[in-house]
């Protein structure tokens, strides 16, 4: 897993030392000694990661950060601050600039190793959900980029799991000025609570009595409803070193006691607003998927999809030596139902035959708008003789009761025509039976509509 570290400091000596220490971790490294040019390196996408000294000359780190995370072009790019004293203030100023983590000088090498590594995971994620959203977006959807840009991060739900009294009543104090905030005292029941609680946030002390909290991260990392929600790891000092474990394990991010109130509000926020930025951008995938396969008129599956599935359920029926049943269907004089009655009465038919289609199908068979009035249905496991049946069946349901039109205000008769034919043959080109389904249906057309015509392969 190589990524691209920027390294923006004024200092050409604390450049380099930074630069060896990435290299030899066999990470690509560029270097910018200013601003300006760091900011020109973000905008043609050049690199992964930024490490940002705070004190530069003309635009300081804070600038820098600010531009970084308030273009839509760059702000997902993780920003660290490399501040040249551990001090609050600027820790908070970086936090509210919009930065991603802080190391502080002189930066030790497990530290920085340690959260180079975690930030480029998040990184290429990241990467991917935006380059599928951005196609998605190109098919006219939301662009989660915006929404992302103008969250606060507050309004979050967070779970505190914390066995001491008097540090989860403080942090739980604090956070509950931003947040809704539920606290789980027992370790046990933690992992529980966190998968039934829908979680935008997990803070877990790691300084619980007779209870290792890193088990307890390590297993909300590998649940299914808990996988995707962040965690904050708050430990004492002296627990550093667990720490950085808990980072290469999925930690997302960490605070040491005594617990600063901004720096605890701020490092909430941040993890808020990643965990909404990568849901939204989620569900944008899912939605294109679905879009990508689906016909937005019936809701059946449409061509694309048909096509590059049927090639798998044919190679599927061949290897299991079954048979493979193939319908095509078209409703009859279709066309002089959008002539007499308008294109919605059309759009209402269509719908209407979708609906009684899957009624007469059962779970394993693939129904799709194969184009215009044309359907396709496969169906797995099925001999010439079933699938007639079947055909026979969904014919009658078609006939039999008239199709509202007009918002229900009028009835029409509605018939159809099916071609059906099997794949039997082991390694019988698609093309071949869907062709051979058209043949039948052509007959089942020129002999007078409203029929069922079976081919045998
Ligand atoms: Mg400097």
């Not at 690509?28 to 973000?42: F, K, P, Q, R």
């Not at 635009?59 to 072009?73: H, L, T, W």
């Not at 307890?216 to 790891?233: F, K, M, Y």
């Not at 039976?433 to 045998?456: C, F, I, M, P, W």
Request: proline fraction near 3%; hydrophobic fraction near 40%.
């Amino acid at each position: 897993m190589s990524a691209r570290i920027l390294v923006v400091d004024d200092v050409p000596a604390n450049v380099k030392l930074l630069e060896a220490r990435l290299s030899a971790e066999y990470f690509d490294v560029m270097t910018a000694s200013n601003g300006t040019e760091a900011l020109a390196i973000c905008h043609r996408a050049e690199c992964d990661i930024i490490l940002l000294d705070v004190m530069m000359p003309d635009m300081d780190g804070f600038e820098v950060c600010r531009r970084i995370k308030s273009d839509p072009a760059t702000h997902h790019i993780p920003v660290v601050m490399v501040t040249a004293l551990d001090s609050p203030s600027d820790r908070n100023r970086g936090l509210e600039a919009g930065a991603d983590d802080f190391l502080t000088k002189p930066v030790s090498d497990v530290v920085l190793i340690a959260r180079v590594r975690s930030l480029t995971r998040l990184k290429m994620m990241t990467d991917e959900l935006r380059m599928r959203a951005i196609t998605s977006l190109e098919i006219g959807m939301q662009a989660p980029e915006r929404s992302a840009v103008s969250d606060t991060g507050k309004g979050g739900r967070i779970l505190l799991v914390d066995d001491r009294q008097s540090s989860y009543e403080r942090l739980a104090t604090i956070l509950a000025a931003e947040h809704t905030i539920d606290v789980e005292p027992n370790p046990t029941e933690a992992l529980f609570h966190a998968a039934e609680g829908n979680y935008d946030l997990l803070i877990v002390s790691l300084d619980l009595n007779n209870f290792d909290g890193l088990r307890l991260c390590s297993q909300a990392r590998s649940l299914e409803r808990t996988r995707h929600v962040p965690i904050l790891a708050i430990a004492d000092p002296e627990n550093a070193t667990r720490l950085l474990r808990g980072l290469e394990i999925g930690v997302n991010d960490y605070l040491l006691r005594p617990i600063d109130k901004t720096e605890l509000l701020a490092r909430a926020r941040t993890q808020i607003r990643r965990r909404r930025y990568t849901d939204h951008l989620r569900d944008n995938v899912q939605n294109s998927i679905e879009m990508a396969i689906t016909d937005a008129l019936t809701g059946l599956h449409n061509r694309r999809y048909m096509e590059s599935h049927l090639a798998t359920l044919a190679e599927q029926a061949a290897t299991r030596g079954k048979p493979l049943a193939l319908m095509i269907l078209d409703i009859d004089f279709f066309k002089s139902i959008n002539d007499n009655y308008g294109h919605d009465a059309g759009d209402d038919v269509l719908r209407e035959f979708a609906v009684r289609v899957r009624k007469s199908i059962r779970g394993i068979d693939l129904a799709c708008r194969y184009g215009g009035e044309e359907f396709v249905i496969v169906m797995p496991e099925t001999d010439l003789h079933v699938a007639g049946m079947v055909a026979e069946r969904l014919r009658r349901s078609i006939a039999g009761e008239p199709f509202a039109i007009h918002k229900g205000a009028m009835r029409i008769e509605v018939t159809i025509s099916i071609g059906l034919t099997t794949l039997e043959r082991k390694g019988e080109a698609v093309a071949d039976v869907l062709k051979r389904a058209d043949t039948a249906l052509y007959r089942a057309k020129h002999d007078g509509r409203n029929r069922v015509v079976s081919q045998a392969a």
